[in-house]
């Protein structure tokens, strides 16, 4: 009798431990390494007057990062929109290319209170992102530059 649980426990914990491993996939394979360097500096507001101009570019924006149950979006003070427009979703790897301090303010941003960042990633306005696809446009960070709490707002000056 006890043979026998202890090989159904035997069975059991490998056919777990095979279910498991069938998802696994190396890190490397899902992400592309981008050139951070080469980002283009763009106003956020900038990019919601041309999102096409942008869609499935490297970006570098300043903008207010806000995060709530169920949010996380892009603002600025100088956009004329009633509501936020774009999604931000961290790349699985953003926290590798970013400096301690900043992923430490942004983990303990409180909820519903905005953040001053620059950030560098991929603009996407080809679809449907966020909570329940409400939003047209998609940041995927790749790394945080800074990020501070919001006061005197200003835009970083554009490269072309």
């Given at each position: ?9 035997r069975?059991l ?18 992400s592309?390494d ?20 942008f ?27 009633a ?23 942004l ?17 996407k306005a ?16 790749y ?18």
């Amino acid at each position: 009798m006890l043979r026998w649980r202890q090989l159904r426990l035997r069975v059991l914990l490998f056919a777990i431990a095979a279910n498991c491993a069938q998802g696994q996939v190396p890190s490397h394979s899902k992400s592309p390494d981008i050139d951070l360097g080469g980002a283009q500096t763009v106003a956020y507001c900038g990019i919601l007057v041309r999102p096409e101009t942008f869609n499935n570019k490297t970006i570098r924006v300043r903008a207010l990062y806000e995060t709530d149950f169920e949010l996380s979006v892009l603002t600025a003070p100088s956009c004329y929109t009633a509501l936020p427009l774009t999604w931000v979703k961290f790349e699985e790897r953003w926290e590798s290319r970013t400096r301690w301090r900043f992923r430490h303010a942004l983990a303990n941003q409180k909820w519903g209170v905005q953040m001053d960042v620059v950030l560098i990633g991929v603009f996407k306005a080809d679809g449907h992102f966020g909570h329940m696809d409400m939003y047209p446009f998609l940041f995927e960070v790749y790394k945080v530059e800074s990020a501070r709490p919001s006061g005197s707002f200003r835009p970083l000056p554009e490269t072309k």
